[in-house]
């Protein structure tokens, strides 16, 4: 076709040109045709005489159709391309170009439209130009860049990029969806995540035929691959898929004013993180998050290799360079979470928790004024919300401990809330890494320390029950106390793994969902038996099902031993004493020693590596000879609740326990403000310092409130931490402590938008974020916990003063040679003699 003849003489003439220099004129080299480019005429009109020349053929739709398709697939691009970097310096050439683009582009409009817009023809030209400045703005992402990329990929984004120009709707929305860089990028303004919503709505059917004809028949033979693939039912359609690509700026250069650049970019790094580095746990605050929207077709790798390019392109001959890195659980599409048949039984067991909760309220409700089955009444929600909401307590309760327990958990709360709230992207995170890395966010900043006063209280509450029950003749079996803690700890905490396994992950999406959400639930589907078996603490904090869960693990291990250290104390007081002080000091000694020699720090201080966060989680945060001193201490402390009781201390001995408390307590919570600063280095011996002496520290000042405060010996503080209120926190603490972490990261998987950073209390005291951890915490205690105590009480007798051994004080040689002296030992959560320090011990809070 001599249509065809002159695209070929009109490249040889450009291409000998380049070549061998020869100022050949370009309408000397389309001789054939009836008007030249330079004169600017219409290469339809143009095209159209050349193939009326011959006399065999006359002008057809067909014919249109085929130079049309033809010229759209080889020359548009690669043409096009090849004349600008090849003969740039030919203006006119360059423009007719241009033209002949625009004049099939707006042919192919027509082509394509099942019902041509009632618009007139230059309306047509503005609309494709509309089109052309638009992805001027901004160049559209194209994800077929990657060589390996399969066809179906290649095949979608070419469909995009020209549905694009051509103005469509649905490539319009691909393209507004992915992120752009604006301004406040020295602000802190990098993370973009596009539009989430609307890249995940985009779906566009391809047509399989035009103008009568199949898709792709008018391509060379070449394409008979594509042509198959667009016949078939999986590349018909093409779908919105976002994905979140992480990027690193590389920086070689020592210049001041570019380091100062990149810092500021990189809002000062309050958290150093690598790619390498889990980021399900802490925010890899250093890298950049970039939203984009591709066809759902176009994998991981395809995207990654794309933006490498794109960005590396961007800083060409400047010496930065990018790191790039799109995991394959980032990128996502409507409709790819799979409802397997886990899922389906998660399902089922939660309904049949539910409906065994409302029979056994009715059945409990019908027969409230009769003697009722206590089997059938365990779940009764009127049964544990009455006693959920009790504040009666017996004479023997150590009350102070629950208004303790609550500061600790509000501090607790708060400083996990900070944690998560790095994870969203603010437009302002430098302003707001300048405000945080000041010396008052110390109170954020010592999460470790606000965990060792429920190691505290648990190990006092198990010597102050053991030593009870040992002066009251009273047995104690080992077997039923280890099965009764077990099934007291187990079910909710194995409601909530199922929970977050199976349920959680589809009940939301966002461009940070599966990151904080999925990846838990991955992790959670191979590791969930660790947790069960309370072991998972030893396994490393990246591979631990609900990190937030270690404690459990660590107190569980504690109470294991605890008999060992309890008993010899009470046979041996002198060496159990003894024993115990150099237990003490070992532990204290090895806390100083390991974080010297690994560099570790259990205080997270401004400019802080993610990975010297893990490696302290895992070689001391989350080991229990680590932590063993305050549960020691907790040993001393109940074992002095027993022997002293009713102690007269002197007015001066009072002061003096007060100044030395307090000083501890101001010691350890403003002793390391400076390491917050935001010109901090990190220095061990510091670290070393804190995390030796700190716990110790702010233990003391707990343990002389409860002292005296058991002990009759009253304030303001010790009546408002002994105020009877709190019982009910310590009821729901266990459940506030196993689904805050959960809550907190539904709420940043979801977050779609940026964010404006206007001041830490504004973004820490996010109130319907705690009422939904409220709301939850107290179905966990009523569907699961409470339940479970009822069965416990059914199943587990403890045994009466009067049947027990009948003495009232019983030496050290009596419980030696007593047989049930090997099996002498009490759980933190059961209690001689009061009901509510029964459930007390175990609602601890972690970290």
């Not at 596009?194 to 035929?209: E, L, S, T």
């Not at 009764?484 to 199976?502: D, K, M, N, Q």
């Not at 009713?646 to 100044?659: A, D, K, T, V």
Request: aromatic share 12%; hydrophobic share 40%; with cysteine.
């Amino acid at each position: 076709m001599k249509g065809v003849t002159l695209i070929i003489v009109l490249l040889s003439a450009v291409i000998t040109q380049h070549h061998y220099g020869f100022a050949m004129d370009a309408t000397a080299a389309a001789q054939t045709a009836t008007c030249s480019l330079k004169d600017n005429c219409n290469i339809e009109d143009n095209l159209l005489s050349v193939a009326g020349e011959g006399g065999d053929q006359s002008p057809s739709s067909q014919l249109e159709n085929k130079i049309a398709s033809l010229f759209e697939d080889k020359v548009n691009y690669s043409l096009k391309f090849f004349a600008e970097e090849t003969i740039i310096e030919y203006n006119a050439l360059e423009r007719n170009l241009s033209n002949m683009a625009a004049n099939f582009t707006l042919k192919q409009i027509e082509l394509e439209n099942e019902q041509p817009d009632d618009i007139e023809e230059n309306e047509r030209e503005y609309i494709y130009n509309i089109g052309q400045k638009f992805i001027s703005i901004a160049q559209p992402f194209d994800a077929s860049r990657n060589p390996e990329a399969s066809e179906l990929c290649r095949l979608h984004t070419r469909q995009y990029l020209e549905s694009l120009q051509n103005f469509d709707l649905w490539a319009l929305r691909m393209h507004d969806s992915t992120g752009k860089f604006t301004s406040g990028i020295l602000n802190g303004n990098i993370n973009q995540p596009g539009d989430f919503d609307q890249c995940m709505r985009i779906k566009y059917q391809m047509k399989a035929a035009k103008s009568g004809n199949k898709a792709g028949a008018n391509v060379d033979a070449n394409n008979a691959e594509v042509e198959a693939i667009i016949d078939g039912d999986a590349g018909d359609e093409i779908k919105g898929q976002y994905c979140l690509a992480y990027a690193q700026p590389v920086l070689p250069h020592k210049s001041k004013r570019l380091q100062k650049f990149f810092k500021l970019l990189q809002s000062h790094g309050p958290f150093q993180s690598e790619f390498d580095d889990p980021g399900h746990r802490v925010p890899r605050y250093s890298l950049v998050n970039w939203g984009i929207c591709v066809p759902s077709s176009c994998s991981n790798k395809d995207v990654e290799y794309s933006v490498k390019e794109i960005l590396n392109n961007m800083t060409a001959s400047t010496g930065i360079s990018f790191k790039v890195r799109v995991e394959p659980q980032m990128c996502q599409f409507k409709d790819n979470k799979p409802w397997d048949r886990n899922t389906t039984w998660a399902v089922r067991f939660f309904v049949t928790i539910l409906s065994i909760t409302i029979l056994s309220t009715i059945y409990h409700h019908c027969t409230k004024n009769k003697q009722s089955n206590p089997w059938l009444c365990a779940f009764s929600l009127e049964k544990n919300l009455t006693w959920l909401f009790s504040t009666s307590s017996s004479a023997d309760d150590i009350q102070a401990v629950h208004g303790l327990r609550l500061l600790n958990a509000i501090m607790l709360l708060f400083s996990h809330k900070s944690m998560a709230m790095f994870f969203n992207p603010y437009n302002n995170r430098t302003e707001m890494s300048e405000s945080l890395g000041r010396s008052w966010t110390v109170i954020g900043r010592a999460a470790s320390l606000y965990t060792d006063p429920f190691l505290l209280f648990s190990g006092m509450l198990t010597a102050y029950s053991f030593f009870g029950r040992l002066n009251k003749g009273q047995s104690i079996r080992l077997k039923n106390e280890y099965i009764s803690r077990i099934i007291r700890i187990v079910p909710p905490l194995a409601a909530l793994i199922l929970f977050c396994t199976y349920i959680l992950p589809m009940w939301g999406s966002g461009p940070q969902w599966n990151l904080v959400v999925g990846h838990h639930a991955d992790i959670c589907k191979k590791n969930w038996w660790r947790n069960l078996l309370f072991i998972h603490n030893y396994f490393g904090f990246s591979e631990m099902c609900l990190t937030h869960t270690h404690h459990l693990g660590i107190d569980t291990e504690l109470f294991a031993v605890a008999p060992i250290m309890i008993l010899a104390m009470w046979k041996w007081p002198r060496k159990g004493m003894t024993t115990l002080l150099v237990l003490c000091f070992i532990g204290t000694a090895a806390r100083y020693y390991t974080t010297v020699v690994n560099e570790l720090s259990n205080y997270i201080y401004f400019g802080t590596n993610i990975q010297r966060l893990f490696r302290t989680a895992d070689y001391m945060y989350s080991f229990p000879p680590m932590r063993s001193t305050v549960y020691i201490m907790g040993i001393f402390l109940g074992y002095g609740l027993r022997q002293f009781r009713n102690i007269r201390l002197s007015r001066n001995q009072l002061r003096l326990g007060w100044f030395v408390s307090i000083i501890c307590l101001v010691a350890s919570i403003l002793g390391p403000a400076p390491m917050g600063d935001i010109n901090y280095t990190y220095n061990s011996t510091h670290a070393a310092i804190y995390a030796a002496f700190a716990p110790i520290a702010w233990c003391i000042f707990f343990c002389w409130v409860v002292f005296v405060s058991h002990n009759g010996y009253k304030n303001g503080i010790t009546k408002f931490f002994s105020w009877r209120g709190f019982q009910v926190s310590t009821k729901l603490s266990y459940a506030i402590y196993l689904t805050q972490f959960p809550i907190f990261f539904f709420n940043v998987g979801r977050r779609r938008h940026i964010h404006h950073y206007y001041n830490f209390v504004s973004i820490i005291l996010d109130t319907n974020e705690y009422i939904c951890i409220f709301l939850a915490s107290v179905a966990l205690t009523v569907l699961f916990d409470a339940p479970f105590q009822n069965i416990k009480k059914i199943l587990i007798k403890r045994p009466s003063t009067a049947s027990s051994t009948a003495i009232t004080k019983v030496s050290p040689n009596e419980i030696n040679s007593s047989k049930s002296t090997s099996s002498t030992i009490t759980s933190p959560i059961e209690t001689c003699d009061d009901k509510t320090l029964e459930s007390s011990v175990k609602h601890l809070h972690s970290d």
